[in-house]
């Protein structure tokens, strides 16, 4: 006889897998949302686990999580709290209590719940639940670890195996829950253990046990289903930013008619950059995993030398010692794509957290007067946009880029509309080609960018390097020389505003407050400043991704607003950067460093409070 459900429709939810670090969090994370993507909902993630490669197990330091957010319409951001949670331990429903959602629901693995692990998660009494204040909350206790046992127990499979594919009973049970299909993930483990006979039928059979065991729980829990969001026809797939960043670089080589080199060391949350592009060898990309960060931003130095489109990948510590190497970009004026994945600061931080930390650095952390342009990515999926119009700028101009992207942006997904290649701007490097009239440091009168010869171009040798040189290139050390070079170079990063957009606001070109944002605070800027406007509030949004030079109406837009508040994950690096350059603004600041993004409420109290006082 079959069990009546209830059923439950929902525009948008937030559910968030937690465990130890090594309880596969990430992975059943994933795919939930790729699942998700698939069926047409619109999604964002957050991952989220420790900084420490394996913090010991069952404490609230060694918590991994995901949270994703889906929905029937636009998502926007991951959710500030989660209506359903996962929790693979004490430890997990400990580290994650003050992010539930009042009266959510906890799934949790009730043979884990035992008077050891309590102890570990540093609990004084054996009701977590109580001592948490999570009373009014559903909890739906599984047997996760026992069901994963019965489930294997005539497979010939060891034990730290068996209890390696608890994640996949919880993947099963939480698909069940929000009517998802277990097709995708399916075919991704077949892909995955295909070759590995005993591991593939353990994880299958486990997500199947997960399913059925939610289907036997509907007396305990409802079933939710999430529609699929209206959206544009086209082909889509869930993308990190990451990923999303070493597509727009290989789209820009392809659209410049140039191979791609990328040289560069692994660092937490960047690496994943140079891991994709490795592995495109079938599309003429070369790279390179150098010994140190150093050699890294220098091999690629020369290979913008010898003419390919350069790139390098790095995040805070390694932005730090590639900076020489980066000035000496500028000086030679080759054209240089730096990404820089921010992560919390100073020194090692929080390596796997986010935060804007690097905004200063790039602007000037270097010696003497080194100008870049920089720009800053906003979501996962726009990664591809901004890392394919940073290597246009550098091949245009001949200027070094930074892109600066963040790990939420990095290891965060959402669906992306594949785009043609041929609907992406186009490309022409400066490459020289008149060898009769060339001069190293010759300049297009409106750019000042020089033209790019390299060996093997017959005609055109010459000396660049990290000394300063006259047109011609030959070392000088006039004095008059070198102010007017560093005044042309100068010139040629604020010149690349030509090639930008017009600043352009969420809501109305005037009015009570002015929110101002950069690089990945987007989705909850907005989110917070749209739900404020349906409201009746006159409050409207600018956010930036041309940072250095910034859009030529920036200040025609500041001057029409009564309050300008610049919100940041950092101490006020943007702000002090707008306040150099329109100093006759007065400028608000909301800040956040604490490794996490901003919440629609907090940002949402803080704009009311600021147009009432």
Not at 580 to 595: C, I, L, S, T
Request: charge should be negative; aromatic fraction near 8%.
């Amino acid at each position: 006889m079959s069990i009546e459900t209830k059923v439950i429709e929902l525009e948008e939810v937030s559910i968030r897998f937690s465990g130890d670090s090594g309880d596969g969090m990430q992975l059943t994370g994933t795919l939930f949302s790729d699942t998700s993507s698939l069926i047409g909902n619109d999604i964002s993630t957050f991952p989220d686990y420790p900084s420490e490669i394996r913090a010991p197990q069952g404490t609230v330091a060694g918590v991994s999580g995901f949270q994703i957010q889906i929905g029937k319409k636009k998502i926007n951001t991951p959710g500030d709290l989660a209506h359903v949670l996962v929790a693979m331990n004490p430890a997990a429903v400990k580290a994650n209590a003050k992010y539930m959602m009042p009266g959510g629901t906890i799934f949790y693995d009730s043979d884990s719940f035992n008077q050891k692990n309590f102890e570990k998660a540093k609990f004084t009494t054996d009701d977590p639940f109580t001592e948490l204040n999570l009373l009014d909350h559903i909890k739906v206790p599984v047997p996760i670890t026992q069901l994963t046992r019965e489930a294997l127990k005539d497979l010939e499979i060891d034990n730290k195996s068996i209890l390696r594919s608890k994640n996949m009973f919880a993947l099963g049970l939480i698909c069940w829950v929000f009517s998802r299909p277990l097709d995708y993930i399916e075919k991704y483990i077949t892909k995955k253990f295909g070759k590995k006979e005993l591991v593939l039928e353990a994880n299958l059979r486990v997500l199947h046990a997960g399913y059925n065991y939610a289907w036997n729980l509907q007396h305990m829990t409802p079933r939710y289903v999430v529609h699929p969001a209206p959206i544009e026809k086209g082909l889509y797939r869930n993308i990190s930013g990451n990923l999303a960043t070493a597509w727009g670089l290989l789209a820009a080589a392809e659209k410049a008619g140039l191979e791609l080199f990328i040289g560069s060391y692994p660092i937490t949350p960047a690496t994943e950059v140079l891991q994709a592009l490795a592995e495109r060898k079938d599309l003429g990309v070369k790279s390179f995993q150098a010994e140190d960060e150093i050699a890294g931003i220098c091999t690629s130095i020369g290979a913008a030398f010898a003419g390919d489109l350069a790139v390098t990948s790095t995040s805070g510590p390694g932005f730090a010692l590639k900076s020489e190497a980066l000035g000496l970009s500028v000086m030679a004026e080759l054209p240089l794509v730096v990404v820089n994945v921010q992560r919390g600061g100073p020194s090692t931080g929080l390596p796997t957290k986010t935060e804007q930390a690097d905004l200063l650095q790039t602007l000037y952390g270097r010696n003497g007067e080194s100008p870049v342009v920089v720009v800053a990515a906003s979501t996962p999926s726009d990664c591809f946009y901004y890392a394919y119009m940073s290597a246009k700028i550098a091949l245009e101009r001949m200027v070094p880029v930074v892109l600066l992207t963040d790990g939420f942006l990095g290891n965060g997904t959402e669906p992306w509309k594949v785009p043609k290649v041929a609907d992406l701007p186009s490309i022409t490097p400066r490459i020289a080609r008149d060898a009769s009239k060339f001069k190293p440091y010759q300049r297009d009168p409106k750019t000042l960018a020089r033209e790019w010869a390299f060996p093997g171009m017959d005609g055109f040798q010459h000396r660049i390097g990290g000394l300063e040189k006259d047109p011609g290139g030959n070392v000088s050390q006039d004095p008059a020389n070198h102010q007017l070079m560093c005044e042309i170079r100068r010139d040629k990063v604020e010149a690349v505003a030509d090639m930008l957009p017009n600043l352009e606001l969420v809501g109305e070109n005037s009015g009570d407050l002015l929110v101002v944002g950069w690089g990945g605070t987007l989705g909850h800027l907005d989110t917070a400043v749209r739900e404020l406007q349906v409201k009746g509030t006159k409050i409207s949004l600018a956010h930036f991704n041309y940072i250095k030079p910034l859009p030529s109406n920036t200040k025609e837009v500041f001057s029409k607003f009564e309050k300008i508040v610049v919100c940041e994950l950092n101490l006020g690096q943007f702000v002090g950067y707008l306040r150099d350059k329109m100093p006759e603004h007065q400028y608000h600041q909301f800040n956040k460093v604490q490794g996490l993004p901003f919440t629609i409420q907090e940002l949402s109290d803080h704009f009311i409070k600021l147009i009432e006082e």
